[in-house]
């Protein structure tokens, strides 16, 4: 089942801007080693499942994983082929706004090279560049 809020005010929001470094969820909190962004994007419900899938595989469920972004922002998109105008378009899915130096994902409970592959298998489902980091 896809990430998304369970109730908005509104279902179609304004694009709004990614411009700016993270100022919170920028710091390894809760486990031992955690994946950073490096790049600002959009990170769909989908990338986000599947890097959770990568981790949790990879750690042979073992350990504990933090997922520390949520969709909150709906977009949306027109048809194929359709003309200019008649409004915006229907929802497409929900998206999690990412900044540089975003903490991901976190883990703790395993050795450091299992972490490390773990969370470097969940960096190749991502559409951004990324870093390892640990919290000492």
């Known amino acids: 089942m896809a990430m998304m809020p369970e109730r908005v005010k509104y279902r179609k929001?304004?694009?709004?801007?990614?411009?700016?470094?993270?100022m919170t969820c920028n710091r390894v909190s809760f486990g031992e080693y955690g994946l950073?962004?490096?790049e600002r994007c959009w990170l769909d419900t989908k990338q986000i499942e599947a890097a959770r899938v990568a981790i949790s595989r990879a750690?042979?469920?073992h350990g504990k994983m933090w997922i520390r972004?949520?969709?909150h922002?709906?977009?949306?998109?027109?048809p194929l082929e359709t003309r200019m105008g008649k409004g915006k378009g229907p929802l497409e899915s929900w998206v999690a706004v990412i900044r540089p130096a975003t903490v991901l994902f976190e883990v703790d409970g395993v050795p450091e090279p299992?972490?490390?592959e773990s969370l470097r298998l969940a960096a190749t489902k991502l559409p951004m560049r990324t870093r390892f980091i640990s919290r000492h």
């Open 114 to 116: 299992v972490a490390r």
């Open 13 to 22: 929001m304004h694009r709004g801007s990614r411009a700016g470094l993270a």
């Open 59 to 61: 750690m042979k469920r």
């Open 73 to 78: 922002k709906s977009y949306t998109k027109k």
């Open 69 to 71: 972004v949520f969709p």
């Open 36 to 38: 950073q962004s490096l």
